[in-house]
């Protein structure tokens, strides 16, 4: 009855509002997060992570068109690009040239060359007629990613950081108010950058809802006299300005130096007020470690719980945290990350070696609320630890071999709705204020129950070793995990390889804040499409799984011919053992057969 999940996230998202790496909001909610977790007599500290050249703070916006009707405009602009010089009107102008549509981020060598040719006709086509772009709004061409104008960061993944700033410039010469560009939903907004005070943005950079952009390009392609007013308060904090984790502890009294680590991201971006990613995860975390603190509970292991900084910017905050404490790295028995969607708990799949342990820990949350009984179920397939961070916090902690604990949710809410967007609002939290309530209440009962077992959790099985692995799984859902011996057998491990990743699906948009690699179009919060199958069994007999991969299109991806060559360091001996018998063609033996050997 006194659940406060929802009141951290009231104070999070409207009383410090987006929560930038490096803004004031992101600086103050911090303070008030250390002071609150220090409120409930637990031992918490900012932990230093970084800093960044300039800080950026935004402020309201407004916009309208004035000229020929008047009518309000939606639109945002990216963090960390110019605002207004008060209040701002001109005429309309369309820029032709387009290297807009042209991928800046992680572009072709292509691309960057057709983006270099269109930049320069760009910058031919102001020169030639500057007056045309005198105290105007120019149009320009593509739809927006949600990416600033001129690039992201000064680094090779983002090309446009180097290819636009001459035509930026070029249009700030010209006398230009600012360039629009076209929205589509779910209206992505993400950021710029300024390196350093002495050379931030000065030409405001506008995303325009689609249809309005459409509206206006038609007048002025038209003739009609159209006229814009924007009114943009995005303001910079001369820096270095430094960046902070919140870290806080309940001392455990046994195991005092193991740790249950809660993990959640508390930075956000700032064109919505980072309501769902991630305060949507952060709040039940905070409110999880209230409940536990003000029970009076006393765990034999410590439970942690940390706001990570900067998981936008690339999992800086949980990559520095854990590079600082290499000693407490193998005393983590679980990390638990709630970055998401504001879904309702149901579940969890565990490890085998966990599941008897965890058993009774999740007994009393099966009628918890009938809504969403809790299910245990568990998983005997070790993961694989990610080479890279990428995604959300938990990978961080997965690299370095910490198991993590990832729990089943409910499916109402379409993720990429609020995600980087918009739309990131409380608003969008209250409709799922008992989900978000329960899942405080499960996480604390889950967390202390870890941390107050008598012996840790294993981490045997909980990955793979090092290693090359084939993860098959027939649309039946039946699951098989083998080994491939590159040492012994590279040339048929290599083809192998390549003809199945030829036709395996991308990964999605993971890597910087985004949800994990394989997550679709909805995101986190939404039901995921299984991917196209890469291959079919062709004939189970005689103890044998025969089966063969797509071929793949290009042809030059398979070889024409394998040798046949036996393994000295396998043997048929059971089930499990896997073996190439065609360029595109393997099979999975059922039982022992020596006879392939």
Request: charge should be positive.
């Given at each position: 009855t006194d659940n406060?999940?929802?009141?951290?996230?009231?104070?999070?998202?409207?009383?410090?509002?987006?929560?930038?790496?490096?803004?004031?909001?992101?600086?103050?909610?911090?303070?008030?997060?250390?002071?609150?977790?220090?409120?409930?007599?637990?031992?918490?500290?900012l932990d230093e992570v970084g800093e960044v050249p300039v800080g950026f703070n935004r402020g309201p916006w407004f916009g309208k068109m004035l000229k020929p009707a008047e009518k309000a405009l939606y639109f945002g602009t990216p963090t960390s690009t110019a605002g207004t010089k008060g209040v701002q009107r001109g005429g309309v102008v369309i820029l032709k040239a387009d290297p807009f549509?042209?991928?800046?981020?992680?572009?072709?060598?292509?691309?960057?060359?057709?983006?270099?040719?269109?930049?320069?006709?760009?910058?031919?086509?102001?020169?030639?007629?500057?007056?045309?772009?005198?105290?105007?709004?120019?149009?320009?061409?593509?739809?927006s990613t949600g990416f600033g104008r001129d690039g992201r960061r000064d680094t090779p993944e983002y090309a446009d950081a180097k290819l636009m700033p001459p035509l930026t410039d070029t249009l700030v010469r010209a006398g230009a108010l600012g360039t629009v560009q076209r929205m589509k939903a779910p209206y992505s907004m993400l950021d710029g950058y300024a390196s350093s005070w002495d050379k931030l943005p000065v030409l405001p950079d506008i995303k325009l809802l689609d249809t309005q952009?459409?509206?206006i390009k038609a007048l002025a392609e038209k003739g009609d006299a159209v006229e814009l007013e924007f009114d943009i308060r995005n303001w910079f904090r001369m820096g270095p300005v430094k960046y902070y984790n919140i870290v806080a502890t309940l001392r455990g009294t046994t195991y005092p130096d193991e740790h249950v680590v809660l993990g959640s991201h508390f930075d956000s971006f700032d064109s919505g007020t980072g309501a769902v990613d991630d305060g949507s995860g952060t709040s039940p975390h905070i409110e999880a470690m209230r409940l536990i603190a003000k029970s009076g509970a006393k765990p034999k292991r410590s439970i942690t719980i940390i706001l990570f900084a900067a998981e936008e910017n690339g999992l800086v905050g949980s990559q520095s945290w854990l590079k600082k404490r290499p000693q407490v790295q193998p005393k983590i028995v679980?990390?638990?990350?709630?970055?998401?969607?504001?879904?309702?708990?149901?579940?969890?799949?565990?490890?085998?070696?966990?599941?008897?342990?965890?058993?009774?820990?999740?007994?009393?949350?099966?009628?918890?609320?009938?809504?969403?009984?809790?299910?245990l179920a568990r998983n005997d397939y070790p993961s694989a630890k990610p080479e890279r961070p990428g995604g959300t916090d938990s990978s961080s902690f997965a690299m370095v071999g910490i198991p993590t604990l990832n729990f089943a949710v409910t499916r109402e809410y379409t993720y990429s709705r609020a995600w980087h967007t918009l739309n990131d609002l409380y608003s969008e939290l209250v409709p799922f204020t008992e989900h978000q309530q329960h899942s405080a209440l499960v996480t604390a009962v889950v967390a202390y129950g870890i941390a107050n077992l008598d012996a840790p959790l294993t981490r045997d099985g909980v990955y793979l070793d090092g290693g090359i692995y084939a993860d098959i799984t027939t649309a039946s859902?039946?699951?098989?995990?083998?080994?491939?011996d590159y040492v012994n057998a590279p040339?048929?491990?290599?083809?192998?390889?390549?003809?199945?990743?030829?036709?395996?699906?991308?990964?999605?948009?993971g890597g910087r804040g985004g949800p994990p690699a394989g997550m679709g179009a909805g995101g986190r919060g939404a039901e995921q499409q299984p991917p196209p199958p890469v291959g079919t069994i062709t004939d189970v007999?005689?103890?044998?799984?025969?089966?063969?991969?797509?071929?793949?299109?290009?042809?030059?991806?398979?070889?024409?011919?394998?040798?046949?060559?036996?393994?000295?360091?396998?043997?048929?001996?059971g089930p499990g053992v896997l073996g190439v018998s065609g360029p595109n063609a393997f099979y999975l033996t059922l039982q022992k057969n020596t006879g392939l050997d």
């Open positions: 406060q999940a929802m009141h951290w996230a009231d104070i999070m998202t409207n009383r410090f509002g987006g929560r930038v790496t490096g803004s004031d909001a992101y600086t103050n909610a911090s303070q008030w997060a250390l002071w609150q977790f220090k409120q409930w007599g637990l031992e918490a500290e549509s042209i991928p800046g981020r992680n572009a072709s060598a292509e691309d960057v060359e057709k983006k270099k040719a269109a930049v320069e006709a760009a910058i031919a086509e102001v020169k030639a007629n500057q007056a045309a772009f005198k105290d105007k709004w120019v149009l320009i061409a593509g739809d952009y459409d509206e679980a990390m638990i990350n709630r970055d998401g969607s504001p879904s309702a708990i149901t579940g969890a799949t565990v490890p085998g070696g966990w599941y008897a342990q965890m058993e009774p820990i999740v007994a009393p949350l099966a009628n918890l609320n009938p809504k969403w009984p809790f299910r859902g039946t699951r098989v995990m083998a080994s491939l040339v048929q491990v290599a083809n192998f390889i390549r003809v199945a990743e030829a036709n395996a699906p991308q990964g999605g948009r007999r005689g103890g044998l799984v025969s089966a063969s991969l797509l071929p793949p299109k290009d042809k030059a991806t398979i070889v024409a011919r394998l040798p046949k060559l036996s393994n000295p360091s396998l043997s048929h001996d």
